[in-house]
């Protein structure tokens, strides 16, 4: 017998850990803050837990740029801690997905200290070493994800290693079986305490293009080759998305699915697939036989609007194959938050856009602090703790405007910390948990009737998608036993549900069936 994976029309919670909830004071969210703050997530139906990474780390880039991959970080607390809320989650009927982060490591871990030792250590091939041009330059144009070349010198070796992000991030080299054997054995020790899958970091990237080939510059076409623009004026076409990592998936669902076969459950792996193109995103699902869900980059990247998420939605699902299970997310802790990006800070947006993608089949992603309409903070450089995007670095937008610390009530420090919290918080104190939770109108309590909702439709179902409508300013839907009708527009617009409204971002009463008048930005679902 098959069963239906747990994945099916769930919703996945990412945590940004260290700006979730802080219990000991030291300004930095922690497990035991999660721990104490599961309810917040069970009265928003929630069935699985992401979080940022939680291993030991010198926190170049917070955790995702790990030293050790089978340990917790001392800062967030402990392993016995992490047993602790696993245990305690599952018993709430939700799960813990970790961040693993396969692409690179830190310069601080074992493998790489070994590897820049010397040119016979027995890391050194774990890393991908080169030799520079004649002239002592870089093997090749590409560049890191802050602008700079992303060769760093070795002096004492002589060679150029590689990195898509910092220095401090060396790549691992996947073209030594060696590196997927350590992996394998990290999935198994985290498999074997529970966790129920994985977030899978730079997941297009793990491969690079063998022969070293210049990127083409964002000017170029390459023939036969997808148009790939970056954001420093060149196309990342031999540094992410080679073909090669494809196998990395297949052989890791089979591995996947023999957990599965040995009575287990079979793990979530959950791939940061940052692609441009729908088609791209297709290919990390395989025929069924790669990740289980993929995230929707060519979505996230796309600008708001009822034809575009629509054209976008129906592209999703002609692409990936079928049986397979879309993800639906508008924000995480990389990009500027959903409701600033698309809704520019209006809160009747903010509501559309969420039902609009939580009532989509799939699973659905929600980032914390979304379910409390927070748009984006605007930290001052002088506080801004990132150093990839520190003070717009290369015409980077900092990161740290998405991570800001969660609220749960009106203080000043919002009962995040009783420290001095390691970023601001948004001043906004009307974006707090409590406050929000005693007020029936607030999006906090929509957002919760929204994903009760979404789990009577869709909880452990993959139930087809229908498109109704869609205009400039209509966008409508049928999915299972519900029906979306969105209204992007300043106007009223009539829609024909037929079936009983039974939630409007306007928070209007229940509506028998029949004609509806949507109000400006107003989304409704009706129910069979
Ligand atoms: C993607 C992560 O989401 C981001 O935060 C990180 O900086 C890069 N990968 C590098 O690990």
């Excluded at 930290?379 to 998405?402: E, M």
Aim: hydrophobic share 35%.
């Amino acid at each position: 017998m098959t069963l239906t994976p747990w994945w099916h029309g769930a919703v996945l919670y990412h945590v940004y850990l260290r700006s979730f909830r802080d219990l000991d004071g030291d300004g930095y969210g922690d497990i035991a803050g999660l721990i104490d703050s599961l309810d917040h997530l069970e009265s928003l139906s929630v069935d699985a837990i992401w979080l940022s990474p939680t291993t030991p780390s010198p926190d170049r880039d917070w955790g995702y740029d790990v030293s050790d991959y089978t340990n917790v970080h001392p800062q967030l607390g402990s392993l016995a801690q992490l047993d602790e809320l696993i245990a305690l989650a599952r018993g709430k009927g939700m799960r813990v997905l970790l961040d693993l982060v396969p692409n690179h490591t830190s310069d601080r871990h074992p493998w790489f200290i070994d590897a820049q030792s010397s040119r016979d250590s027995a890391h050194r091939d774990y890393y991908m070493w080169a030799d520079p041009r004649p002239d002592g330059s870089p093997p090749n144009n590409w560049l890191d994800d802050t602008g700079e070349p992303a060769w760093q010198w070795d002096g004492a070796t002589g060679q150029y290693y590689f990195h898509n992000f910092l220095p401090e991030q060396p790549e691992l080299n996947w073209r030594n079986p060696a590196v997927h054997r350590e992996f394998d054995k990290i999935m198994d020790f985290w498999f074997d305490k529970g966790v129920a899958g994985f977030r899978i970091d730079v997941a297009n990237g793990f491969y690079k293009d063998e022969a070293l080939r210049d990127n083409p510059s964002n000017d170029e076409r390459l023939p036969g080759v997808l148009y790939q623009p970056g954001k420093h004026g060149q196309q990342t076409v031999y540094n992410f998305n080679q073909p090669e990592v494809h196998q990395v998936y297949r052989d890791w669902r089979i591995r996947a699915e023999q957990r599965g076969a040995a009575g287990g459950e079979v793990p979530l792996l959950l791939g940061e697939t940052w692609v441009l193109h729908p088609s791209q995103l297709a290919d990390y699902y395989g025929n069924n036989d790669q990740l289980q869900l993929a995230f929707n980059f060519p979505l996230i990247f796309a600008d708001f609007g009822a034809q575009t998420f629509a054209s976008l939605i129906d592209e999703t699902f002609a692409g990936i194959p079928q049986g397979a299970c879309p993800i639906w997310a508008g924000s995480n802790h990389d990009l500027s938050r959903l409701g600033t990006r698309w809704a520019a800070g209006d809160i009747a947006k903010m509501r559309l856009i969420h039902t609009v993608l939580a009532m989509l089949p799939g699973a659905f992603g929600l980032y914390y602090g979304d379910e409390l309409g927070m748009p984006d903070s605007d930290i001052p450089v002088g506080l801004q703790r990132d150093p990839l995007t520190l003070g717009g670095k290369n015409g980077s937008w900092p990161r740290d405007n998405a991570r800001s610390p969660m609220r749960w009530d009106d203080s000043e420090l919002g009962g995040f910390t009783t420290g001095k919290p390691w970023l601001p918080l948004h001043p906004d104190r009307s974006l707090n948990v409590a406050g929000q939770d005693a007020d029936p109108f607030s999006t906090l309590n929509y957002i919760r009737s929204l994903l009760a909702l979404r789990r009577q439709v869709h909880g452990g179902r993959l139930n087809r998608y229908r498109q109704l409508a869609a205009t400039d300013t209509l966008f409508a839907y049928e999915s299972g036993d519900a029906r979306v009708y969105a209204n992007f527009s300043d106007g009223i617009q009539t829609a024909h549900p037929v079936w009983t409204v039974a939630l409007s971002t306007l928070g209007k009463p229940i509506a028998a069936a029949g004609a509806y008048e949507l109000q400006p930005w107003e989304a409704i679902v009706a129910l069979r």
